[in-house]
């Protein structure tokens, strides 16, 4: 029948639609999709290589041959960049993805069972939160030793408990109502309930918090970059790029700007597409 | 005698309380009740009278805490769904007792396209590929008077009176033998509560479903049902078809109700009104839990709760001093 066919269809395609509505969204749409390409074609689009040291040219300023500089071991900071983006990019994502799937997972649990569960599960998260993110991080990274990988998890753990309580926040709201007293009454089980009919009804609170937890987790992996525990030189990462520059900043301001640039306007692009997704995928607001 | 029948629905002693911290709400009281397949029965009473808590204990959905099933039996096609796990009794849900919901503003989730909402149900009940339900949900919407191009549409994009009918297509996608409506026209202006009114009446005699309409309103009772249920304080009080019920109301709550209705012709100063309150559920009256407000009270009444009498074939009252009178009248 043509009217389930093209429900189909629709769905993807019109969620798209009405983000295209959204200038800012569609920017920064556009600039996160430009990150991907130069992450994912990191090796045709930087001139050099990462660690390719040009002593001869070290502290060079953008120039024709190095458009961003050079750095103090005279690597190409604009290929350091491009490839850092694959680094940065892979720590924002995957950080926030552990944490939204596990905290949003314990958050929908604690919210939509309550009592004893809710208490179990909250208490903990809140033993979590009485620990300041960062040294929770270092803590994590610290145990794990240094890396990429274990960086992922030490941000992604330590950023669990503000999902969980978004979404448990949430799910709390959105339990007590009719639509869910009619599902069950459709005998949908628990699991059905939680995944169909609660979660999608959180989504814009979880997808602004994970478009700022991706520039939040970009940071934090800087930082632990900084101190020794996350990503190993030479491999580039925008975070240990700037802490690297630091040093440098009066003499060479480039050597931080760049990468700072790089995570600004990254952490923007994301906001702007995170601010557009919550507006198109709710139904509500549909025009 | 009547209750030699099998019934499709047998309510025997049923007993919900709340327990809440400010002390136990008795909201249903040794309530008894059956029904046969295909009839219909209103369930009247004010707020608070035990109307839905009885509809959700059906559905083995009271929520638990606070709320408790401390005794009775709710037999259905002759099988106790008390007793039943939770795998059986979601299987009851939705495939053989359906529930329409007081609010179709709030009862339909706002981000999924009512076809899909429809078509959920059927997935859960049938074993049918997706695009099977959502075919099938399409011709539900037909079925109650929605083009079928708006499946794609969201709630919010429904009417309350068309959203209703989605309602109503949800609850009678699988085909329930019992439809349980709580409330289903409070919510709606009346033009089109006669028309869903209407819309129900088709289809319970089309899919030859029982059906239990919760209610306050006599006149939507009158409408649609086969017979009455009076509630009062957690236990019905009178029990009868549709109209021996209106032609002859025995208990003095039924005709305080009924007393309570203005007189079209009648140019009335003020409505009669039944006097006091609805007792505290907390803290019900001993004995009959009608009796201070009952204009027939008797010294007994506090001491001993009624039960039910069948004065005539299938006209149940629980008050005795309404039925000793008719039988000196």
């Excluded at chain 1, 005279?74 to 939204?100: P, T």
């Excluded at chain 2, 032609?247 to 009335?268: E, K, R, V």
């Amino acid at each position: 029948m043509n009217v389930t066919k093209k429900k189909k269809r629709g769905n993807l395609s019109e969620i798209f639609r009405r983000l295209k509505k959204n200038r800012l969204a569609m920017f920064g749409l556009a600039i996160v999709v430009v990150l991907l390409i130069t992450a994912i074609f990191a090796d045709v689009i930087a001139p050099y290589g990462y660690a390719k040291q040009h002593l001869r040219d070290a502290f060079q300023a953008p120039n024709g041959k190095y458009v961003f500089g050079t750095d103090e071991f005279g690597r190409d900071i604009f290929s350091r960049i491009v490839y850092g983006s694959r680094i940065s990019l892979q720590v924002g994502f995957i950080a926030v993805g552990i944490a939204v799937v596990i905290g949003g997972f314990l958050g929908a649990v604690s919210g939509f069972y309550g009592g004893r569960v809710d208490n179990a599960i909250m208490r903990s998260m809140d033993i979590l939160l009485s620990i300041p993110q960062i040294l929770l991080a270092i803590a994590i990274a610290a145990s794990l030793g240094p890396g990429l990988f274990n960086l992922m998890i030490a941000v992604g753990i330590s950023s669990i408990p503000s999902y969980a309580r978004i979404v448990r926040g949430s799910v709390l709201s959105i339990r007590n109502q009719e639509y869910v007293e009619a599902a069950k009454a459709m005998g949908s089980g628990d699991i059905r309930i939680i995944m169909k009919h609660i979660l999608p009804n959180c989504m814009a609170p979880i997808i602004v918090q994970a478009t700022l937890g991706v520039a939040f987790a970009i940071l934090t992996a800087a930082g632990l970059s900084f101190i020794g525990l996350g990503i190993q030189p030479p491999v580039p990462e925008w975070g240990a790029m700037l802490s690297g520059g630091r040093g440098y900043i009066r003499d060479y301001p480039y050597m931080t700007l760049f990468p700072g640039l790089a995570i600004m306007i990254t952490i923007l692009a994301l906001n702007f597409l995170g601010d557009g997704l919550r507006d198109a995928l709710d139904p509500k607001l549909k025009r | 005698m009547t209750e030699k029948k099998e019934y499709l629905l047998n309510i025997q002693d049923l007993t919900v309380h709340y327990e809440t911290d400010s002390g136990v709400v008795c909201a249903v009281e040794h309530l008894n009740l059956h029904l046969g397949r295909g009839e219909s029965l209103g369930f009247v009473g004010e707020t608070g009278a035990g109307k839905t808590t009885t509809a959700l204990s059906i559905m083995q959905l009271i929520p638990n805490p606070p709320g408790r099933i401390l005794s009775g039996k709710i037999l259905f096609e002759g099988e106790d769904l008390i007793a039943k796990n939770e795998e059986e009794k979601r299987h009851i849900r939705g495939g053989k007792i359906a529930m329409i919901f007081q609010d179709p503003m709030t009862s339909l989730n706002p981000v999924i396209p009512v076809g899909e909402q429809i078509a959920e149900m059927i997935e859960l009940h049938q074993k049918v590929t997706k695009n099977e339900a959502l075919e099938k949900a399409v011709k539900m919407l037909e079925l109650v008077g929605i083009r079928p191009e708006r499946a794609r549409d969201y709630p919010h994009q429904f009417s309350g009176g068309m959203r209703q009918r989605v309602v109503i297509a949800i609850a009678l996608a699988c085909d329930p033998t019992l439809l349980i409506a709580d409330e289903p026209t409070t919510a709606l202006d009346v033009t089109i509560q006669a028309q869903v009114l209407e819309l129900m009446k088709d289809l319970k005699k089309e899919f030859n479903t029982s059906l239990i309409i919760i209610t306050h309103d006599l006149g939507v009772v009158a409408e649609i049902c086969d017979k009455v249920a009076i509630m009062y304080a957690g236990s019905v009080v009178e029990y009868a078809d549709t109209h021996s019920l209106y032609t002859n109301p025995l208990h003095p709550y039924t005709n305080g109700l009924f007393n309570s209705i203005p007189d079209l012709d009648a140019d009335q100063e003020e409505l009669k009104v039944i006097h006091g309150l609805m007792p505290d559920p907390t803290n019900l009256p001993s004995g009959c839990t009608f009796h201070p407000r009952c204009p027939m009270a008797q010294p007994e009444c506090s001491q001993k709760r009624p039960e039910m009498l069948e004065i005539e074939p299938g006209h149940f009252v629980a008050c005795p001093v309404c039925c000793n009178g008719l039988k000196k009248g």
